[in-house]
């Protein structure tokens, strides 16, 4: 007659409470840095979807032979893209005209939640202070220092400058139009220890 051996080895209640001790001290440490790491990333991806966004005005307006601009609507939190000024061939406001709208983005929720057009209280402009320490920019209350809140682009790729500051409260960006006709656009980041804009 065949004995069957059982393996009665496994784990003990005292071993799975020491497991389930450590994984609760662990997470204890972990989860204040997972909201911090959050917050980071979703304004990171704020400011490169911004950017990504007027990178894509710029190519419609070349790729179309005619204006286009990127419109922003900071008290609703939101921007678009214009790919023609429609018939009367002139920017309209946000929502009367017969502007063409290709895409619209909204901070209000989703990703983006908690990310606002604005800055944290003791941010300088972009530009930053002259060599006396002044202001060269002053930061305009709605946080869209673009003419009319239009980043508007020429068909040969140009586009008038400005800066638009976004911020979730902890940290502030800010995607800068460069202060020239050649419409550079750049990523910057204020750094609240050294009190200055950095690019991340």
């Known amino acids: 007659m065949?004995?069957?051996?059982?393996?009665?080895?496994g784990i003990s209640s005292l071993e799975l409470?020491?497991?389930?001790?450590?994984?609760?001290?662990?997470?204890?440490f972990t989860i204040p840095y997972l909201g911090s790491w959050l917050r980071h990333y979703r304004i990171v991806g704020a400011a490169r979807e911004l950017t990504s966004t007027m990178?894509?005005?710029?190519?419609t307006a070349v790729k179309n032979n005619m204006d286009s601009c990127v419109e922003f609507d900071p008290a609703n939190n939101r921007y678009c893209i214009k790919s023609s000024k429609g018939a009367n061939a002139t920017w309209d406001a946000w929502s009367s005209g017969d502007d063409i709208i290709d895409k619209?983005?909204?901070f209000s929720g989703g990703s983006y939640k908690n990310i606002v057009f604005g800055k944290q209280t003791n941010n300088t402009p972009v530009g930053g202070p002259d060599s006396?320490?002044?202001?060269?920019?002053?930061?305009?209350?709605?946080?869209?220092?673009?003419?009319?809140?239009?980043?508007?682009?020429?068909?040969n790729g140009t586009s008038n400058a400005g800066v638009a500051y976004i911020t979730n409260t902890h940290e502030t960006y800010s995607v800068k139009l460069g202060y020239s006709i050649t419409g550079h656009i750049q990523i910057w980041h204020w750094n609240p220890v050294t009190s200055m804009w950095d690019r991340p």
């Open 132 to 155: 006396n320490g002044n202001p060269t920019l002053a930061i305009p209350a709605d946080s869209v220092s673009f003419n009319n809140n239009r980043c508007e682009f020429n068909p």
């Open 17 to 28: 409470a020491v497991v389930l001790a450590l994984i609760a001290i662990m997470a204890t």
């Open 2 to 9: 065949l004995r069957r051996i059982y393996n009665r080895s």
């Open 104 to 106: 619209t983005i909204s």
């Open 55 to 59: 990178q894509d005005a710029r190519l």
